[in-house]
């Protein structure tokens, strides 16, 4: 019996649900005994098929399907969330996996052409340490070592002792780098987290890649002043011109096709009787073209000096975080494009806002593509997230496909 | 020797700086030690003449020197200061007052055509309680009582208690409304607190009236939503609505003539990574014409309700405070002009930002008009305040031009 068994995938995710959530959502963090009853109930499952397991030397859990050749076809996501998260970011695509490879296994009578792997990163979310993409990253070799080794959770426990306690030397991990030596493609399926899908009555989209971020703090400096006494045009207003770069944001965004967000405002001295001498805010600006993004930049901070000169301030920039976009594999954004068509009759292409494991992969020049589900609210990180049970036994249909597609294209690459 | 003396009075209000101020400024505020120890230094200046000197029921001081009529020309001004104030504000006008009496008694041999007083407004600042105007608030009758009665300072004292100290009977203050039986005039000098007299370098000014204020807080209500994955035309973001109201309440300044200030912004939930659920700005706008701030209010709630459709975001209103506008006495305005020009050959005529004492006044009914002098940095409130001594000088000479041409018009209105 080779079937794909969809209704199957949901029924063991509503199973982990009752087993790793509360009333106020997963609580599958990271390097927790919740965390490790997870495991120990996805190894379980693998368990009955004839495949390898074994953990690296970053935690991350590898299930390796062998076949007549080396050159693997991966599949990744992430059993681990964010405190009081949703169901389904993370693991949708680990359960998915199993469901294909069950599904592999069958049709090739336990030998595909290509060997065929299921991974589980370590600590996606990174929600105790605050250092996302820890496992992957790890793997992919971008890890800062030296920034990692400071980390510690709220309770001053250091991640090198964290890890001690799950049996991982935090010096060794990225030898788990080996594990890619291989790898012909990575495929990974995950919940969109936001509401492009929906608002687009689409259940399925291929993602092009993750966008590249650079944030920044942007402060400009005016002169405190009566609010009676002084006249407007003596003003030297700091939220002025402030408040002037939160349009023209929108409209830098708009001309590249990116994103940008002005997230918080902070005033001084911040009372109803005098103009603000000091206003702080923070911009987030995002493009999945690195050209696109280092000119949104750079528009914005022209237009940061303009409105500093017409009102008379000075303006200060202080970049907080920065990161390159990651572009998906061409050939396998086509046959993940295909697979999508073929299960429900309509395409959609569409990049990553937040990061995924997918990007570090494909920095570390695996050719990769993610497929993304539709997200109800397009909310995650919350109890309320959510997809239609239809779209999940779609989507495992289509990421079935495209694993399939993907196979024949590491034994024959074209 | 009838003449005027302005020299004496800028050697009178260093004595009085050195007496009651440190390396951090004044530290005349109301009821302390410093302040009744202030008025003991003016009330041993003012003995020197044959004047009555009491104080009323709300603790203003007054000093009357009887004239052949009852009808009475009003000089007022305060003591009292903000913690680390200006050496000027408040105390010029009293101490300048000082020099007019003696003149006026000079000039008249102790027997003026009209009664001549200079009181002393208790707490018009309203350091300690955060309540200002108390003493000529109390005297105009607009005092709200239940509001009082409940104020407290940062140690908890109540102000009715505090009142008790220096013999003042809380529930009573009100009846120094009889002060102003016979008042026929009110003449207050005062520092500007402002730029304007600066920047057209001029030394005098004639106040037309105070400005009315409109203080609202306005909190524009969205949705908080992934900064990476949530499209611009998706968002509802309560910090872009906020934003356009600071150019806007400039414009809306500008086509009426008065001022808006945007003195404070927050932001919610605040962060980098999430477009604004929730912003909070303070709107203070002044004019000295009510139809004026009432359009201009008009215009800021109509700009609000449009900005909030265009981010599809909700918008609610808050009156924190509001005040009428008081404009001064046309005749006096005349013949503070005509001081003015006749000391110094130049005239200009502008409104008060700031409230002051001489509102409450002629809120009471009472004919007002105020004479500013310029306030080098345009700057009060702070050690920094400070005005030319030559100026000083000059607007003690017109102040008392404008007190002899109002006793004339007291005896004989025309």
Request: charged share 25%.
């Amino acid at each position: 019996m080779s079937a794909l068994n969809p209704k199957r995938t949901v029924a063991e995710l509503k199973e982990l649900r009752s087993l790793t959530g509360d009333e106020n959502g997963a609580q599958r963090v990271a390097f927790t005994k919740t965390w490790v009853a997870t495991r120990a109930w996805l190894r379980q499952k693998l368990e009955a098929l004839p495949v390898e397991i074994h953990t690296d030397a970053a935690g991350n859990l590898w299930t390796t399907l062998r076949g007549e050749s080396d050159r693997a076809l991966l599949m990744g996501g992430h059993m681990d969330s964010v405190p009081n998260g949703g169901w389904l970011d993370g693991c949708l695509n680990v359960v998915a996996g199993l469901e294909v490879l069950r599904r592999i296994h069958a049709q090739y009578n336990g030998k595909p052409p290509v060997t065929v792997r299921l991974v589980d990163w370590a600590d996606e979310e990174g929600a105790r340490f605050g250092k996302s993409l820890f496992g992957s990253s790890a793997c992919s070799g971008n890890l800062d070592l030296d920034e990692a080794r400071g980390l510690k959770d709220k309770d001053g426990i250091r991640l090198p002792d964290a890890l001690k306690e799950i049996g991982v030397d935090f010096e060794r991990v990225k030898e788990c780098g080996a594990e890619l030596k291989h790898a012909a493609a990575y495929l990974e399926l995950h919940i969109e987290q936001g509401p492009v899908l929906l608002d687009l009555n689409l259940p399925l989209g291929v993602v092009l890649g993750t966008f590249g971020v650079e944030r920044h703090a942007i402060t400009f400096h005016g002169q405190a002043a009566h609010s009676g006494s002084t006249p407007m045009n003596r003003r030297k207003d700091a939220f002025l011109a402030a408040a002037k770069m939160s349009p023209e944001s929108y409209r830098i965004a708009e001309r590249h096709g990116g994103v940008c967000t002005i997230g918080s405002c902070t005033t001084k001295p911040g009372i109803v009787t005098s103009v603000v001498e000091e206003c702080r805010i923070t911009l987030d600006q995002r493009h999945l073209d690195a050209a696109a993004l280092a000119q949104m930049l750079s528009e914005a901070k022209a237009a940061s000096e303009k409105f500093a000169r017409e009102g008379n301030v000075k303006v200060t920039w202080e970049r907080l975080w920065q990161i390159e976009p990651v572009l998906f594999n061409p050939r396998l954004i086509d046959l993940c494009d295909e697979a999508i068509g073929e299960t429900c009759g309509q395409r959609h292409r569409l990049p990553s806002g937040p990061l995924h494991d997918a990007a570090e992969v494909a920095r570390a020049g695996v050719p990769t593509v993610m497929m993304f589900v539709q997200s109800l609210h397009g909310i995650s990180h919350n109890k309320i997230e959510d997809t239609k049970e239809e779209h999940l036994e779609l989507c495992v249909t289509a990421f079935d496909k495209l694993a399939e597609k993907t196979l024949h294209w590491v034994r024959s690459p074209t």
